[in-house]
């Protein structure tokens, strides 16, 4: 039997740089990111604003 699945990221050492919303606009300093206390919240705040995010 496996493990169960999980809605956390893993725990790995970052070797990219990447990028994190603001709730404004793309960011690469993680101190500034939009975080949401449940993934559900993320999913409904996704939902609401793609273009924005994806824009």
Known sequence: MGE???KQAPNKPLLEMFQ???DDDW???IDAATI???LDAA???LR???NR???
Request: aromatic letters at 20%; hydrophobic letters at 45%; charged letters at 15%.
């Open 27 to 29: 960011s690469l300093s």
């Open 43 to 45: 999913d409904d705040y």
């Open 36 to 38: 949401f206390s449940e």
């Open 4 to 6: 169960l699945p999980s």
């Open 48 to 50: 609401a604003n793609f």
């Open 20 to 22: 994190v919303w603001t």
């Open 53 to 55: 995010v994806m824009g």
